[in-house]
Nanobody, 124 residues
Framework: QVHLVESGGGLVQAGGSLRLSCAAS????????MGWYRQAPGKQRELVAR???????NYADSVKGRFTLSRDNAKNTVYLQINSLKPEDTALYYC??????????????????WGQGTQVTVSS
């Protein structure tokens, strides 16, 4: 099993900044991609940013230029730097990771895990 632990959410005024962190742990063999999704009340969960193991990133159009996703492969951790926050960024932010884990007995299996979510609230 692979577990994700998120941190860094909070309440901030519009124009402010936050840094979200997500650390993966468990019987990880390899991680192919990690990223962040968000879900606002009454809306569907949407991709915010995603980074692959070779460093390729993609961002939602609504966050380009304001959000920066980085990754520490050695620590199986990703960081989402959020600048110039807007009230419409208010949402529950979920970390996601995909890859392969060791099931034991020389057996590998794919995984896709989610964190518990961290709340980001932006006041106007």
């Amino acid at each position: 099993q692979v577990h994700l632990v998120e941190s860094g959410g909070g309440l901030v005024q519009a124009g402010g900044s936050l840094r979200l962190s997500c650390a993966a742990s468990g019987s990880i063999f390899s991680i192919s991609a990690m990223g962040w999704y968000r879900q606002a009340p009454g809306k569907q969960r949407e991709l915010v940013a995603r980074i692959t193991s070779d460093g390729r990133t993609n961002y939602a159009d609504s966050v380009k230029g304001r959000f920066t996703l980085s990754r520490d492969n050695a620590k199986n951790t990703v960081y989402l730097q959020i600048n110039s926050l807007k009230p419409e960024d208010t949402a529950l932010y979920y970390c996601n990771a995909e890859g392969t884990y060791d099931r034991g007995s020389y057996s590998l299996a794919d995984f896709r895990s989610w964190g518990q979510g961290t709340q980001v609230t932006v006041s106007s």
